[in-house]
């Protein structure tokens, strides 16, 4: 009996489909069009079509995972379902006052986000909970249901109830869910303690209101495309990729669909992660580059770094603070306004800039030839000779090298350059903004940029990946296969995971480590039930403790892990001395030196669940290759270090055998992508199939 | 490339050097974010990182560093360099001063300078500055008459000797301030973004194989200038008046402002302003010049970053002694409840030659609420809120309602006010009406009814503005609504501390923004959008019961 996995990951433009056979280690892909009417279709087409093509039995495939970007989108378009909210009495403006800070300084029309639900769908009820969980005033249940059956009366099909301090005492927000499902059948309800249970109101909101909006549509979505996958002869469970990176099953990710939101980043995290730990330590640093932004992750030991937060739908792309701060844990990445598509232009006091306005797919760089006619990064790669215009696409789409020049050449008489200055250029200030962002991100997580290997993906990873790895005192680049689908092959080697958050406020030199204890028991216990809603027997679940933490008098937290528990059974002190230590170890990691005497508190605890789906491990290894000379030719590219344009060997991905290396300079071309190596640099094949690059 | 006039320096050079020193300051300020104590820092951004060349002229500011900031950290450099003198600085020195004339304008803004060499030669200045948590003197309020009741003061002078730190500046600092820990930790944050600055430099320059910074800066410098020439040149020639009155003390100030157009230049001028004030509401020059830059970049470069070329085409000036540029030892604790006025009457001043870009009166300066009192479990404690208003209006958009402007202050959350101090939120709520009509409507305040819970009596002062006169509307705009402080119901004197004890109710309500342009002209959808979501007063959504 074959033994198969399938991905799907939906993307904005792109959904890729890719099966891996754990027998032979033989794995095939697909890229079709995202069908956005019902993006079930192209799915189903897709997989219908692989299924016929490499003669595949539908009855051998034991996994399919999921990652998609609709209901990101959806949040972006605002798509979704016409919400309300019911808040305690005096607050149902908090969605809308928000943090009273601005995402830009100088703009005076700057706009905030609208938000989701606008204030004639936000309704008060009279109930309070104090700080400390105790009830003030009890629920006022039929304010509740008059509100409920208002806001039904107005067309709302999702509810957000968000009362203050749910977080330390739920009880007010179950009770309302309760009576409005019991009178309210249809309509979908979100609880705020249920989906963020976190203090600091507004978070909370932003993020409990945008798993409402999306909730009806995920239910549906979920629903039919489990089916329909079913209806192809797939027997095998449908897992959905979240955000953190790890798997969960349909109804988890119906409850709570807000978590699925970055799962396509996610998935292409995973993939660096899982590519790069063939033939490192594990630390690298994720740089995928696509048509119009780039993603930068780091990978501490073959796990990608975590963030407890994000956010969702910026306002202002690629400007902090201009979107929905979304609470949930996700995959630490920074997105960066480059790719092929960034737009160069002469800026008001003359400098060349590069993006982030993007000419995108349509009309995409002047080279496509469908009537753009900027300058883009693309096109500069081109006129560098980096790019093939013969083989662009695997040779599937046609250049119009006439038009990258026109379009460079008019921006190189504004800026009084050559047009091959203008190019490289246009190539180092892209390298540079990423860099940029790069070392920002690391430093703001208190590492140190030369510890890490860079793994380039997407399509514009490898041609730019040398560069950008020498600017940030990198010396090592591990290029994975098939670049251009890589992330989607992230999605085949996701544990199971669930992750909760509490907050407590705990003081380590006041309160007692077996409260401690005994509230994280109770968070794991929460995460058990929603693992073992899956049915699934899992013989090993891993469980991490970690705390947000801050010294007494700090405005924010940094999380750190705690070592295992229990911490009942040691004497108090020896625990408290235990616990502090782990926390000022973490401390020091990021800022070098502790503050000294201030006592410790934990504001929230996290804890996280992984289970290995059965059949993940296997994945890699073999590297296949097609017989042939591996040089193709030779084509003119230019190298600064040369400071001209020189002969360069092109081999051809497909041909190059593992052991074999070559010197730079040199091109590497494969159906996505281009590799670039610098005349200082060497490539050598790995038995994984990655290509190492040593950068000098 | 390490020699030439500025012109021979190319522009994608030029662009991937500003950019590298661009990322320097930001990695910086990330440091200095990440390590401080002080919620301002981490949270509010009141902190600052700029590299200047060897001169002390701005090269490159932190993203997202406030405007109060703007050319102060570079005037500091030229302090230290008149008042210290570059003979006497040496690798590994680092340099402090909080006095509000040299640094940003009052003694909780640590000001630190660390000279930069390389092979021997002085080539860069890295400065930094962060509010620090506590500095002793009198908690935050405007009551202090002079500078010395303010807190400890920290003149021209070595914090650090090639990386050895002055021990007796430290234990008096320590000795001064309630949180000596937190204080001393905070500057110590300073230094390590610092260290990392100086680091960064020395690999950027060696990758480039520059020995100095000179040509590069005064490539940056002309191009930023012509831009700002430019974009003054383009407005016409001549003077603009506006004269604004604020709350004040017992009598209302008076804030009067003159802009003077002539060719490429800009004069903005504060003759016939109110005199210094003995409470903490002056605003020192550096704070005034701050201001000012802040609203001509505003109207007329906003999207440049900034530099020492930026503003060369700027003057400000205004008569010494008075309220915009108080004398030695004059109190300035509570600098912005006079200088975030100041980009307000500038705006109003230039309606006239820029009537599309000015922004109407916004509902700021910030709101502060201080309070000290003793918990129940016996400990003494403090707590700061800060609150905004509405912005104003432009000519084509509404303005946004409760957003800081032209700070950048978050207001802490409810619950998390709520688990620090014994106030308890009875709503925090937009105000229905409070923005300024116009064509486009002013941004509205909020109110907030808090109530104390503590059972021993606590105290609170204000730091509260627009309370008696409205932010002013423009183009024939209203005015915002005003500001409203409130005790068990009854107005109170928001400028005296006053002792709550079990049950009583604070309200505040913060001022909206003025309007822009005839509220007749008001287009339909807007004002029926704010009809439908109880924007306005007249027809309140009613929640059901």
């Known amino acids: 009996m074959p033994d198969y996995s399938l991905g799907i990951d939906i993307g904005g433009t792109f959904t890729d489909i890719v099966v891996y056979d754990h027998g032979s280690g033989r794995q095939w892909s697909r890229k079709v069009l995202t069908t956005h009417g019902d993006p079930a279709l192209g799915v189903i087409d897709g997989i219908a079509a692989i299924l016929a093509a490499e003669r595949l039995d539908a009855a051998g495939f034991r996994r399919v995972v999921h990652a998609t970007t609709l209901f990101t989108n959806a949040l972006i378009e605002r798509k979704g379902a016409v919400t309300g909210l019911l808040t305690t009495k005096g607050f149902r403006d908090t969605l809308e006052i928000g943090r009273e800070r601005k995402y830009e300084l100088y703009d005076l029309a700057i706009a905030n986000p609208p938000p989701l639900v606008p204030r004639d769908l936000r309704f008060e009820v009279a109930e309070r909970i104090m700080a400390d969980g105790a009830v003030e005033e009890a629920l006022d249940e039929e304010g509740v249901l008059a509100a409920a059956a208002a806001l039904a009366g107005r067309g709302v099909q999702a509810l957000a109830i968000l009362f203050l301090h749910s977080y330390r005492n739920p009880a007010h927000e179950e009770a309302a869910r309760t009576l409005i499902a019991r009178g309210f059948p249809d309509l979908f309800v979100t609880i705020s303690s249920e989906v963020v249970r976190e203090i600091r109101e507004y978070e909370r909101a932003t993020t409990t209101v945008a798993n409402a909006y999306v909730m009806p549509l995920a239910t549906r979505y979920l629903e039919r495309m489990a089916a329909e996958i079913a209806g192809l002869g797939l027997e095998a469970p449908l897992w959905l990729m979240l955000s953190n990176g790890g798997l969960t099953h349909v109804a988890e990710a119906q409850r709570r669909p807000v978590q699925m939101l970055e799962s396509g980043p996610a998935a292409g995290a995973l993939a660096a992660a899982f590519f790069g730990a063939a033939d490192s330590g594990g630390d690298v640093l994720a740089f995928d580059m696509g048509g119009t932004t780039a993603k930068l992750s780091l990978i501490d030991k073959g796990e990608p770094l975590v963030a407890y937060g994000f956010e969702a739908a910026r306002q202002k792309r690629f400007v902090e603070g201009s979107g929905l701060p979304i609470r949930i844990s996700a995959l630490d990445l920074i997105e960066i306004g480059a790719g092929g598509g960034s737009i160069a232009r002469r800026d008001e006091i003359g400098l060349l800039k590069v993006g982030p306005e993007s000419a995108g797919s349509e009309p995409g760089p002047a080279a496509y030839g469908r009537g753009g006619t900027a300058p883009t990064v693309t096109d500069a790669n081109f006129l560098l000779g980096y790019l093939n215009p013969d083989f662009f696409a695997g040779g599937t789409m046609a250049i119009d090298l006439a038009a990258a020049r026109d379009a460079i050449e008019g921006l190189a008489r504004r800026l009084d350059l050559s047009p091959m200055a203008t190019a490289w250029g246009i190539y180092d200030i892209v390298n540079e903004n990423m860099v940029r962002a790069a070392r920002v991100h690391v430093a703001e997580r208190g590492r140190d940029p030369r510890h890490y290997q860079l793994v380039p993906t997407g399509g514009g990873g490898p041609v730019h990946g040398y560069y950008v790895a020498k600017k940030l005192g990198l010396t090592r680049l591990i290029v994975p296969p098939a670049a251009g689908v890589a992330s989607a092959f992230g999605l085949l080697v996701a544990p199971i995971r669930v992750d909760r958050v509490a907050t407590i406020g705990f003081r380590l030199d006041r309160h007692a480590p077996a409260a401690l204890e005994a509230h994280f028991r109770a968070l794991e216990e929460d995460a058990r039930r929603t693992i073992a809603d899956s049915g699934l027997v899992l013989d090993h679940i891993a469980v991490d403790r970690l705390v947000d933490g801050r010294y007494v008098g700090q405005g924010f937290e940094l999380t750190v892990a705690l070592p295992a528990g229990p911490y009942d059974r040691a004497p108090e002190d020896e625990t408290r001395q235990r616990l502090a230590a782990a926390f000022e170890a973490g401390y020091r990691g990021k800022f070098a030196r502790t503050p000294g005497r201030v006592p410790i508190e934990f504001t929230n605890i996290r804890t996280t669940l992984r289970a290995k789906v059965p059949g993940s491990a296997r994945l890699g290894g073999a590297a296949r290759h097609a017989r042939g000379e591996a040089l193709k030719g030779r084509r003119s590219a230019y190298f600064p270090e040369l400071r001209r344009f020189v002969e360069t060997p092109v081999y051809d991905r497909a041909r190059l055998a593992p052991g074999e290396e070559y010197g730079g300079p040199a091109l590497v071309e494969e159906d996505g992508s281009t590799l670039v190596l610098g005349p200082a640099g060497r490539l050598r094949v790995a038995a994984s199939g990655n290509i190492i690059v040593e950068v000098e | ?545």
């Open chain 2, 1 to 545: 490339m390490t020699a030439g006039a500025p012109t021979t320096i190319d522009p994608v050079t030029l662009e991937i050097v500003w950019t590298r020193i661009g990322s320097m300051v930001d990695e910086a300020a990330k440091v200095i974010a990440r390590t401080a104590f002080s919620t301002l820092s981490n949270e509010a951004n009141d902190f600052a990182c700029v590299l200047t060349d060897a001169r002390g002229n701005s090269l490159a500011e932190n993203t997202g560093s406030i405007p109060s900031f703007i050319a102060t950290l570079p005037a500091t450099v030229r302090h230290m360099i008149a008042g210290i003198g570059v003979e006497r600085m040496r690798p590994g020195d680092v340099l402090v001063t909080n006095n509000p004339w040299q640094g940003t304008g009052h003694l909780n803004d640590v000001c630190l300078v660390r000279p930069i060499f390389r092979e021997g030669r002085l080539v860069a200045f890295g400065a930094s500055t962060s509010h620090v948590p506590d500095i002793g003197g009198k908690i935050r309020s405007i009551e202090p008459k002079e500078l010395f009741e303010e807190g400890f003061h920290i003149p021209l002078m070595h914090l650090l000797r090639a990386g050895e730190p002055d021990e007796s500046l430290l234990t008096l600092l320590r000795t001064n301030v309630r949180t000596p820990d937190q204080t001393v930790g905070d500057i110590f944050a300073q230094v390590g973004a610092l260290d990392l600055l100086e680091r960064r430099l020395g690999e950027m320059m060696a990758d480039y194989g520059l020995a100095s910074l000179e040509a590069i800066a005064d490539a940056l410098f002309a191009r930023a200038e012509a831009a700002m020439r430019k974009a003054i040149a383009a407005l016409p020639d001549g003077t603009w008046r506006y004269e604004m009155t604020t709350d004040g003390l017992d009598e209302p100030f008076t804030i009067k402002v003159a802009v003077t157009v002539a060719g490429s230049d800009i004069a903005i001028d504060y003759a016939g302003t109110s005199p210094q004030q003995p409470r903490a509401v002056n605003t020192v020059w550096a704070y005034t010049y701050a201001m000012s830059a802040y609203a001509v970049k505003c109207l007329l470069l906003p999207n440049l970053p900034n530099n020492a070329g930026m503003f060369r085409s700027l003057t400000v000036t205004a008569p010494e002694g008075s309220l915009v540029n108080p004398r030695f030892p004059a109190s300035c604790g509570g600098r912005a409840s006079v200088g975030h006025y100041l980009p307000v009457a500038i705006f109003a001043a230039m309606e006239e030659a820029v009537p599309d870009r000015v922004m109407a009166g916004a509902g700021s300066p910030l709101w502060i609420l201080t309070q000290t009192g003793i918990r129940d479990n016996g400990m003494t404690y403090a707590n700061v809120l800060f609150f905004n208003g509405g912005m104003g209006a432009l000519r084509e958009k509404d303005g946004e309602s409760c957003l800081s402007w032209p700070s950048n202050i978050s207001s802490t959350p409810v619950e998390v006010a709520e688990r620090n101090s014994p106030l308890v939120f009875r709503h925090k709520r937009l105000r229905p009406g409070s923005g300024g009509a116009g064509r486009h409507r002013g941004g509205l305040g909020q109110e907030i009814l808090m109530e104390n819970r503590s059972e021993t009596p606590i105290a609170v002062g204000f730091i509260t503005e627009r309370t008696r006169f409205p932010a002013p509307g423009l183009a024939g705009g209203g005015p915002g609504g005003l500001g409203r402080v409130e005790i068990n119901g009854k107005p109170v004197d928001n400028r005296l501390q006053h002792t709550l004890v079990k049950g009583d109710s604070i309200l505040m309500a913060t001022p909206g923004g003025g309007g822009y342009g005839d509220p007749r002209a008001r287009p339909h959808a807007l004002a029926e959008r704010d009809r439908a979501l109880g924007y306005i007063e007249e027809a309140p959504v009613q929640s059901p019961r």
